[in-house]
């Protein structure tokens, strides 16, 4: 009994100091019920100890004691069994003073709130550092997530009247170092970042953290809200660290960030690479599967209209080249007929040297038929290209500039090859 009063004394002193549990916070007027701030922070649910081999009172004083410790970690916004108690007891008694699991995560849904703190405290005997046999105290607890009734931290604590607080503090570290740590995004500088996290939260240089949205509302067949859709967008490191915010550059992204997205991440460091590890997954899948796009060029590229001129000049250098190749093959086969009819050239014998003659000529007079055949063809492409004014009407200007390439190649071969006509006598 004297034991369970000094630590009530204590209590009283420390909240006193605090300040924090003499402020009215809780709206006790309104239908809803209410106690947590809105302020990003995870909303943590204390349920009542449940006492073994003690009084209620000193459960009681401890579990303000442990409330405290949690609130002054800068991670959660705790509500403790006094606070939920006064407003349960005026909609369901029932529920009034609960310490199991069942009661507890209902409660919490009532609260809106995102875990739930259970737990129970026994007295035993300790050997202290002097092998005397000494009263402590055990200390288990079990944290449960409303929305999934998953376990997410388990633990027991041993302590005595002299290493009370060093002990809880422990806990309350404990807890926030394995719960999920929540912020917002407040400025965006390019290549940094600010966030509303910093050393009071525990985040250091170096640390990662997940970076998402809140994109849609999912309901169900009703109508009724369910949850709110939110999509991971990018991770960043730390690079500084102030008291209350710190500053990150974006490693990896999906999206651009913008102020008011939030962010989250583990202290305990084996907890925060699982999470990257698998956030960093899940944005190489939606980078992978998210469907290309391509900029849409709102103005029209300019383009050279066709005025058919191309065509023509293709279809004349067609029929230049046509009319070369068999004005040549109709001079080769010329000089082929008189050579052989001259009998100088003879290197067939019998029927078929009588005949090469006339082969010859024959494929002269085919040569010179295609010849002039397309020699008319360039006629025509050329008339239909001054009567469509892609040919001049000058002649002269033609002829000046035909002579002056002329004189322009005749002067760079100057100092080229030269030609002799030789005839012997």
């Not at 009215?24 to 081999?53: A, H, Q």
Request: hydrophobic content about 40%.
């Amino acid at each position: 009994m004297c034991f369970s009063v000094l630590i009530f004394g204590f209590s009283q002193e420390v909240l006193a100091q605090s300040g924090f549990f003499e402020e009215d916070n809780f709206n006790f007027e309104t239908d809803s019920v209410t106690g947590f701030s809105e302020d990003g922070r995870v909303k943590i649910l204390l349920l009542t100890l449940l006492p073994k081999g003690m009084t209620e009172t000193a459960a009681e004083e401890i579990s303000r004691a442990l409330q405290l410790n949690l609130f002054n970690t800068n991670h959660f916004t705790v509500v403790g069994p006094s606070e939920w108690n006064a407003q349960i007891e005026d909609r369901d008694p029932t529920l009034a003073d609960c310490h199991d699991v069942a009661c507890g995560v209902l409660i919490g849904k009532l609260f809106n709130a995102d875990k739930v703190l259970v737990g129970n405290i026994r007295t035993q005997e300790f050997m202290n550092e002097d092998n005397q046999n000494e009263l402590g105290f055990e200390l288990s607890l079990r944290m449960v997530d409303v929305v999934t009734n998953i376990t997410d931290f388990t633990d027991t604590v041993d302590f005595n009247d002299r290493d009370m607080h060093d002990r809880l503090f422990e806990l309350a570290v404990r807890i926030s170092e394995n719960t999920l740590l929540r912020g917002f995004v407040i400025s965006v500088k390019k290549p940094n970042i600010s966030i509303d996290l910093g050393r009071a939260h525990g985040l250091q240089n170096g640390r990662q953290i997940v970076i998402f949205r809140q994109v849609s509302t999912q309901s169900n067949l009703e109508g009724q809200t369910l949850e709110l859709a939110t999509e991971n967008i990018a991770i960043a490191e730390i690079v500084r660290v102030n008291d209350l915010s710190s500053d990150a550059i974006v490693k990896q992204r999906i999206s651009a960030v913008t102020p008011g997205d939030q962010v989250q991440t583990y202290i305990d460091v084996a907890k925060q690479v699982h999470l990257i590890t698998n956030t960093r997954r899940e944005l190489d899948t939606q980078k992978r599967l998210r469907p290309r796009t391509r900029p849409l060029k709102l103005e029209p590229e300019l383009v050279e209209e066709d005025t058919g001129k191309q065509r023509w000049a293709m279809r004349l250098s067609q029929a230049m080249g046509e009319e070369n190749q068999w004005f040549y093959i109709t001079a080769g086969g010329g000089a082929a007929t008189l050579l052989l009819l001259s009998g100088n050239f003879n290197i067939f014998s019998g029927g078929l040297g009588s005949l090469m003659p006339w082969l010859a000529g024959g494929a002269t007079v085919y040569a010179g038929m295609k010849y002039v055949g397309f020699r008319d063809k360039v006629s025509l492409l050329r008339q239909e290209g001054r009567n469509l004014g892609y040919l001049s009407f000058r002649p002269f200007q033609q002829v000046q500039e035909i002579s002056n390439q002329e004189t322009a190649f005749q002067k760079d071969n100057d100092f080229g090859w030269q030609l002799m006509w030789t005839q012997k006598f």
